[in-house]
């Protein structure tokens, strides 16, 4: 059973079929699913989702697909971790960590949206599936389409973290390195996708792809007993994850599963590439392409695609944006491995790091609910913190030496 409609134009909201399309053809704003919203109201109740397995199509109905899923079965239901210890060194109340660092398969956000683009990938009659990707994508891309014998074309910049680059060969893709930045590696899968019939799954199935990031925001407030926090910060790359949390629970409200949604909705980047966080600062309405320089590069998109919306999304919350410097994303993952015992990547470190500096600011109030997103892991990025984590000590194999070494 289908909830879908169509695909909508989010400029000039002219239709279009489900189909594999992704740009208007009038004035060329991006496409969306757009949902049969009574029908899903009818359906989908608190009780019915809590009946489900616990996996991200618990929200079926709220995705954009017309069967059975067919991916993702332990995808998504991540943990919501009430962070005592983080809260405390940070000074405020009421602190949550969205931890999808532990999400399956390839410990990142990305899972969602690709077991999402993937089921839809198969829909579409779609048998070889790619990507553009900044690692995390990769990763996912390429395991999930293991699991569903589907072709894989992953296309990465060539300076990638080793432990992206592992955990992306280990499932046997097609890999291409290209030598140049993630802006530009996009730009050639774009014309790859014009010539060749596979799903990419961030630009020519984008509209389907995107939805699956709604997921991490029903989870939300599924887990906080179906009410929104006040306060929710976001690491942005592309900006379609923090567009998406909004939307959907946006949705919950609109469909009657939650009373309120507004909570405040802040845009976390890396100074090295912040075009987002400028453009919020400076209230404009344009996006201005930065050439990356920043060791998180799972975030180092220069020309984000929903930059505009995840500027809008943000003002329109009430919310604020921020970025932090390397060394202050360091910083912040090791405060999140020493209080919370949760290892993250880069683009955790730079979403712990701007909460901080925005509670320290003032932007955030020390006294209400805050859900700080963690949405990668960082076993793919100890690049970033080798050199900055100490060393074992090395002994002997003796208690002599033992106790020696550690007077
Ligand atoms: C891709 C990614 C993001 C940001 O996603 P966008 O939707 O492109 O803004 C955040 N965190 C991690 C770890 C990612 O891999
Ligand atoms: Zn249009």
New binding site residues.
């Given amino acids: 059973m289908s909830y879908m409609k169509g695909l909508k134009c989010r400029e000039c909201q002219r239709r279009y079929p489900k189909e594999a399309l992704y740009v208007c053809e009038y004035c060329f704003g991006p496409l969306e699913v757009d949902y049969d919203y009574d029908k899903i109201e009818k359906s989908l109740s608190r009780e019915e989702i809590e009946s489900r397995p616990r996996n991200l199509w618990r929200y079926r109905e709220l995705l954009p697909i017309d069967g059975e899923p067919t991916d993702g079965f332990n995808t998504g239901c991540t943990p919501l971790i009430r962070a005592k210890s983080l809260g405390k060194a940070l000074g405020v109340k009421e602190l949550y960590i969205k931890d999808d660092s532990v999400n399956h398969p390839t410990l ?3 899972d969602r949206v690709v077991a999402v683009a993937l089921s839809r990938a198969k829909e579409l009659g779609f048998n070889t599936v790619a990507c553009a990707s ?4 990769a990763n996912s891309v390429s395991a999930q389409s293991a699991i569903a014998g589907l072709k894989r074309h992953i296309f990465i910049p060539a300076d990638l973290e080793m432990g992206k680059v592992v955990a992306t060969l280990i499932y046997n893709p097609v890999l291409v390195a290209v030598e140049g930045n993630y802006d530009q590696v996009n730009r050639l899968c774009s014309e790859i996708a014009t010539k060749y019939k596979w799903a990419f799954v961030n630009i020519n199935i984008r509209p389907y792809y995107a939805e699956g ?1 709604k997921t991490y925001g029903y989870e939300i407030a599924e887990q906080l007993g179906w009410k929104v926090p006040k306060h929710i910060v976001v ?8 567009t998406k949390i909004d939307k959907g629970l946006k949705e919950l409200k609109k469909i009657g599963i939650i009373g309120k949604a507004d909570s405040k909705i802040y845009a976390a980047q890396a100074t090295g590439c912040s075009p987002i966080i400028t453009a919020i600062k400076e209230d404009s309405d344009i996006i201005k392409p930065v050439k990356p320089n920043t060791i998180a590069k ?2 180092a ?1 220069g020309n ?1 695609a ?1 930059g505009i919306y995840a500027a809008a999304t943000v003002k329109a919350s009430g919310g604020w944006a921020e970025d932090v410097s390397d060394d202050e994303i360091v910083d912040a993952i090791k405060l999140l491995a020493r209080t919370e015992g949760i290892f993250t ?1 880069t ?1 955790g470190g730079v979403t712990l790091g701007v909460t901080k500096k925005l509670i320290e600011k003032g932007k955030i109030p020390k006294d209400e609910s805050i859900v700080v997103c963690i ?2 892991n960082g076993l793919k990025t100890q690049e970033a913190v080798n050199e900055k984590i100490g060393k074992p000590i090395k002994i002997k194999p003796s208690l002599a030496a033992f106790e020696q070494a550690t007077k």
């Fill in positions: 990142s956000f990305k900044t690692g995390n994508l990031s690491p942005c790359a592309g900006g379609s994850l923090i799972s975030l998109i984000p929903d990547e683009a949405t990668g």
